[in-house]
């Protein structure tokens, strides 16, 4: 139990368009889910908070009107990218917590590689 | 704010040879560790976990950490690696107050020679 999907698992753009990219909680339901951004050789950077129902919380430093998020149910979380530009081109990553031994364990998706061209 | 800090960048060790990750984490309180291993083109797995209790933690894959309070250390070992264990791994730290956000470590790559 308690996986994590992530669609689609890379997507090449074109600069100036958008991209969504999709978290699932498969059998279990999140109320909150975390977006990551991976770069090359690097360690995962949170980038937001996704909240079932309400706004999602960013981190400093992210542009809310660039990477739009909707937590639209208990099981799906989106980011999307919107105009896109090269340097956007990196591994994004969600989790999605599940109560476990009296804490919460993050469950993380597969990635989604974007590259904007 | 809290953070982690892993020292080793990478590290290379042979099959069969033991293995020792180093992970410090800078918080006014004892947070909730964790250890995570991603290989390519998979997602984050979980090794171990630490919240309380017993300081020796064991996890998957022959993993077990230990945490030191004294040292805000919560180093992970191996006794014996095996090839399929060169991967990246990563330290984590969770606050409950913060809504449970997980802070990484930079990440040590591992490398196994035969």
């Known amino acids: 139990g308690a996986v994590v999907s992530q669609h689609p698992s890379w997507v090449i753009c074109k600069s100036g368009t958008s991209v969504k990219i999709e978290c699932r909680s498969l059998?279990?339901?999140?109320?909150?889910m975390f977006w990551y951004r991976q770069f090359p050789k690097q360690s995962l950077m949170l980038m937001a908070t996704s909240n079932e129902g309400s706004k999602a919380t960013y981190e400093q430093g992210v542009e809310k009107d660039k990477f739009l998020i909707n937590h639209a149910s208990l099981t799906l979380s989106t980011l999307t990218v919107t105009s896109a530009h090269p340097e956007d081109s990196s591994f994004y990553i969600c989790?999605?917590?599940?109560?476990?031994?009296?804490?919460?364990?993050?469950?993380f998706g597969p990635g989604t590689r974007l590259t904007v061209t | 704010a809290q953070s982690v800090t892993q020292p080793d960048i990478h590290i290379t060790v042979s099959e069969g040879a033991s293995l020792e990750l180093r992970c410090n984490y800078s918080y006014g309180a004892t947070p909730y560790l964790f250890w995570y291993v991603q290989s390519p083109g998979q997602g984050l797995q979980l090794l171990l976990k630490?919240?309380?209790?017993?300081?020796l933690v064991q996890g998957i894959k022959g993993f077990e950490a230990e945490f030191k309070r004294s040292q805000s250390s919560f180093n992970l070992r191996k006794p014996s690696v095996h090839w399929s264990d060169a991967a990246e791994y990563f330290c984590?730290?969770?606050?409950?107050?913060?809504?449970?956000?997980?802070?990484f470590g930079g990440g040590t790559r591992v490398l196994v020679k035969p």
């Open positions: 984590a730290v969770q606050i409950k107050a913060a809504g449970n956000k997980l802070t």
């Open positions: 630490y919240f309380s209790g017993d300081t």
């Open positions: 059998d279990f339901q999140a109320t909150t």
């Open positions: 989790s999605a917590p599940l109560a476990r031994d009296g804490t919460y364990e993050q469950y």
